[in-house]
């Protein structure tokens, strides 16, 4: 088997381009490339790239921004590849595809589709994260899916729709070539300007597909199941299409039909007109095994799932597909009928191992619950013991929990999983006082603790746990892994959840087009929040953000590192006045990339201005820091051009180029647009 992982970028160039060529450009540094969003297909977020060293790190200058104003970008949610020379990534609401000039950060040229219902409606626009860009017949092409779930193939060289792709699309205004529409191969009625008549349901998409062996596999992206209130919706079926041509090949069903494997996790009719289950985080992908690894969130309504009974599959789970099949080589469902929000936000990382001294071929999955699910990415066997242990029962009529949840035993937790007292503030014996008061409004407890109804929460507040649907590791931090030593950093803060149900014809005046037909007998209300200080300080100790190494050979941790600096409104808070608090960390997630000399993490310094770190892999202690222009988001990545390497941050609506002084030494640079 080929070692994708310890190949880092050079495993999607192995596949495409030939070895020989891949490993010379490593060698050379005058050209590093970063295919996916996640750099390779195993997503590490890692680069070969070593012109930026422990020594140097302290003079990266601004070497230009790529401003997207025109392209109305404000998420900053999209990573840039960079192939033949080029920097290619999505942009805007309306996700446009730019090709721009990698060393002066240009426009080269831009597509987009035109307008639809399907693209406004969208909860997605402007969060399309990336492309996919594979090499068909000599040429090279960009994939994309829009928010209004239509798959587009370009040329990279002319943003020119592929010829013989697809079909044509009866909406004005549509290209004849270069498209295909996803809805026809849903198996649900629709129309091509409108899409799927919302009393059924919606679907979009946040990520990128992923192209494995010429075969182009699809993700999706559903309504926020935190604003569902209605229990009628369509499932998040995987789809592939033929690279070269868009022909439809093979459609897995998330949620499994009448004899499919899981369906009777199903435990009444709900299959028939209730779903979700989408895959809207970046799936990854193994070509030697031609194995696809797509994670998946859960299934209609967040916090209620009385009208959908049992564990219902594959919610909340890893599946690994047969990418030129889509037949299911191996699935792990990491909740049991989630009402958490335990949606899996970023894509599993793939890994070649040493465990107990065998040579395993591993993904890694982490999330908002705390845990590194850790797998043989092969056949799926559970790198370390995963057992089920009891949680508690649901306190909301109608609820049926699952009775057990699975634990992993190993590497242990890196995010706070349970309330305690031990876990409270205690800069001063008056803010610990505080917070066990305005704790105990609370029902409170272990992870997996359930939500409570506002009518019947037994004199509570409402329920209180940890991590939440906003903790752990989430979209906006993708954990990043050094396929050489098999090290994970992971990118992780502490974000607990109290939300409080109400009746789901309430809940539903809250949404001006929801999907649906039927009320959910209770659906999230417009709570109050959990516990709060009057100080505005955090109610748990810090840190509040933090990176945490993990050596996943051995499943061990090895350091923990708070991120960016203590906030001004944290350490010159009256109520700490006099008290050293330490460094806390920002309470923020942090994008990161990894090299081949050094770990690079965004964040920010006390006043809230940007701020880049260089950190010892092998340590966790800081090499140097260094001021930005902006504030970064989601991701980072690198890649050397020239002879030059250039560390791209996503800073909002612009991309912002750091590179060492000389990067424009026998060029003539104009203003990046």
Not at 86 to 115: I, M, N, W, Y
Not at 616 to 623: L, P, Q
């Amino acid at each position: 088997m080929m070692n994708i992982s310890k190949k880092g970028v050079f495993s999607l160039a192995a596949g495409l381009l030939g070895l020989a060529a891949g490993v010379a450009s490593a060698q050379n540094q005058e050209t590093v490339e970063w295919w996916t969003l996640g750099s390779d297909y195993a997503h590490t977020r890692y680069s070969e790239a070593h012109q930026v060293t422990p020594e140097n790190f302290g003079e990266l200058e601004t070497a230009w921004v790529w401003d997207g104003s025109s392209f109305d970008t404000q998420s900053g949610r999209a990573t840039p590849s960079y192939v033949d020379g080029k920097l290619v990534f999505v942009a805007g609401p309306r996700r446009h595809v730019v090709v721009a000039d990698a060393q002066t950060g240009e426009t080269d040229c831009s597509f987009r589709l035109p307008t639809t219902f399907r693209w406004e409606y969208s909860m997605r626009k402007d969060y399309g994260k990336g492309v996919a860009i594979a090499e068909v017949d000599g040429r090279k092409v960009i994939y994309i899916t829009t928010p209004g779930f239509f798959l587009v193939a370009l040329d990279l060289e002319t943003c020119s729709p592929l010829e013989n792709f697809g079909s044509p699309v009866p909406v004005e205004g549509f290209p004849e070539t270069g498209v295909v529409d996803l809805l026809a191969d849903l198996g649900h009625p629709f129309d091509p300007y409108n899409g799927i008549p919302l009393e059924t349901g919606y679907i979009t998409s946040s990520s990128p597909p992923i192209v494995v062996n010429g075969t182009v596999v699809v993700g999706n992206s559903a309504e926020q199941g935190y604003h569902q209130s209605r229990v009628e919706m369509i499932p998040g079926d995987i789809l592939a299409y033929d690279a070269k041509t868009g022909a439809f090949k093979w459609k897995f069903n998330v949620l499994p039909r009448p004899g499919e494997y899981g369906h009777e996790t199903w435990e009444n009719d709900a299959w028939q007109w209730t779903g979700d289950i989408s895959s809207w985080a970046p799936m990854a992908a193994d070509p030697e095994l031609d194995m696809v690894y797509i994670p998946t969130n859960g299934a209609t309504v967040d916090f209620y799932g009385g009208f959908r009974p049992g564990d219902n599959l594959f919610s909340t789970s890893l599946i690994a597909l047969d990418a030129q099949t889509g037949q299911r080589a191996w699935h792990f469902q990491m909740v049991h009928h989630d009402i958490w929000n335990y949606d899996t936000s970023t894509a599993p990382i793939l890994l070649d191992l040493t465990v107990d001294g065998r040579e395993v071929p591993s993904v890694v999955q982490v999330g908002k619950q705390g845990f590194a699910y850790a797998f043989n990415r092969a056949n799926g066997d559970p790198l370390w013991p995963i057992v089920e242990r009891p949680v508690p029962a649901s306190k909301i009529p109608g609820e049926k929990l699952s009775e057990t949840q699975p634990f992993p035993t190993k590497p242990a937790p890196y995010t706070l999983q349970e309330v305690t007292p031990d876990e409270l503030i205690d800069f001063t014996p008056e803010l610990r006082q505080e917070a066990l008061q305005v704790l105990s409004d609370y029902d409170y407890g272990p992870m997996f603790q359930p939500p409570l109804h506002r009518d019947n929460n037994e004199g509570k507040l409402g329920a209180f746990w940890c991590p939440g649907d906003t903790g752990g590791v989430n979209i906006t931090g993708p954990a990043a892994a050094d396929p050489h030593s098999g090290i994970m950093y992971i990118t992780t803060h502490k974000g607990c959840s109290s939300r409080t149900m109400v009746p789901g014809e309430e809940a539903d005046t809250q949404y001006e087009l929801p999907t649906g037909t039927t009320f959910s007998q209770y659906a999230v209300g417009a709570g109050r929040g959990g516990p709060r200080l009057r100080s505005g300080l955090p109610i748990f100790k810090p840190p509040y953000s933090s990176i945490v190494a993990i050596d996943m050979n051995t499943g061990e941790h090895l350091w923990e590192i708070p991120t960016g600096e203590t906030p001004d409104r944290i350490k010159n808070n009256p109520a700490v006045a006099g008290v050293d608090v330490g460094e806390t960390g920002t309470g923020s997630h942090v994008p990161m990339v990894v090299t081949d000399t050094m770990l690079i993490y965004a964040s920010q310094r006390s006043d809230g201005s940007a701020a880049l770190w260089g950190i010892d892999k092998a340590t966790g202690e800081t090499i140097a820091t260094i001021d930005v222009p902006e504030v970064s988001r989601y991701g980072m990545m690198t890649y050397v051009h020239n002879g030059h390497q250039f560390v791209l941050l996503q800073t909002g609506s612009s991309l912002t180029a750091m590179a060492l002084p000389g990067w424009d030494e026998g060029m003539s640079t104009g203003a990046a647009h």
